[in-house]
């Protein structure tokens, strides 16, 4: 899998969600845009003052509609990507965006989806929401966010909370989701979704440990998560004939760049925009990209050097 062409969009509209939360509206300046279904993100690429930055945001809207809707969390502590958006991005801007990419689909069940959403993690079940309406499916969401006013997406979803579709939590006034209540209540043929922090996701991970099957908890994470394997490995750069040595606690992208001077593109380092991907000649990969599908990581012909890792003691790189 390679990167594919760029597309030219226009911001058509800018509305405030939240405190710190905005949507944005992108048309395409060349023609109808792509399709894509619910759980779907592109990755937007932005200029800084200093340097490229590509963000992974996921798609809120339907398809149908004929635009790309984002919803983007104002974060003061983020590389730069969140806060140009907020304070720089304006109507009419023109963003260059990726073709939308799912990794986080809805499961083919007869079943109910139960979704776990926190924070900015509501976005991708906003999509999910209106699909099931749409083909008659069922579902639960659970959505915990810390404030009223912080709370996206409320309005639309108070009806669905009347419904007894949606359960809202204000975890500042100590409401939380029951997560092994929620877990227990599964049906066999239910599958369970989270997003939002890396808190969030573990607690629900090691809530559905043991208690239904690992293909039916679907997870979509923010960012590439920690470098804490504990074990240093080996690459082997088969053009440049370099060998160098990963830490424990680094990726290969940042071990490349601390021993050769091997220039490699990377925009995100977070594993989501594909700029770093590299043949893999040899050795097995820890997959921790949220660019790369199945097929592909069940290949192991390629890897994201920004953030996997190796399974094996070594691995041979194409560089």
């Known amino acids: 899998m390679s990167m594919q062409q ?21 048309k395409s300046l060349n023609g109808a845009l792509p399709p894509f279904d619910s759980g779907s993100h592109i990755v ?21 509609e004929g635009v790309f809707r984002i919803a983007v969390k104002y974060d003061a502590c983020s590389r730069g990507g969140s806060r140009h958006l907020h304070e720089a991005v304006e109507v009419g801007d023109r963003l260059a965006v990726s073709p939308p990419a799912n990794l986080f689909r809805l499961a083919d069940t007869t079943g109910r989806h139960v979704f776990i959403a926190g924070g900015i993690g509501i976005t991708p079940f906003i999509a999910h929401l209106q699909a099931l309406e749409q083909q008659g499916g069922r579902y639960t969401l659970h959505y915990a966010f810390r404030g009223a006013d912080s709370a996206a997406f409320g ?12 359960e809202l939590y204000d975890t500042a006034t ?45 997870v979509e994470r923010f960012s590439a998560q920690p470098l804490d394997d504990g074990a240093a490995f080996t690459v082997n750069l088969a053009r440049s004939g370099t060998s160098i040595e990963v830490g424990a606690d680094e990726s290969i992208l940042a071990a490349i760049e601390r021993q050769t001077d091997i220039a490699v593109d990377c925009l995100c380092r977070e594993g989501y925009c594909g700029t770093c991907e590299t043949a893999l000649l ?38």
């Open 282 to 319: 040899a050795g097995e990969a820890l997959h921790r990209d949220q660019y790369l599908d199945e097929a592909d990581r069940a290949a192991h012909k390629t890897i994201m050097i920004c953030v996997s890792r190796a399974k094996s003691r070594t691995l041979t790189l194409g560089l």
């Open 174 to 218: 100590g409401s939380r989701p029951d997560l092994a209540a929620i877990v227990a209540g599964l049906a066999p043929d239910d599958h369970l979704y989270v997003c939002g922090p890396g808190s969030l996701i573990d607690a629900v991970t090691a809530a559905a440990v043991g208690r239904i099957a690992p293909e039916r908890l679907h």
């Open 44 to 64: 937007v690429q932005l200029t800084l003052a200093e340097r490229q930055c590509a963000n992974a945001y996921s798609l809120v809207n339907d398809a149908a």
């Open 6 to 26: 760029q597309i030219a969009t226009e911001v058509i509209a800018i509305d405030t969600l939240a405190t710190d939360i905005k949507q944005f509206t992108l």
């Open 155 to 166: 309005a639309m979803l108070e009806p669905r909370r009347r419904d007894g579709l949606a």
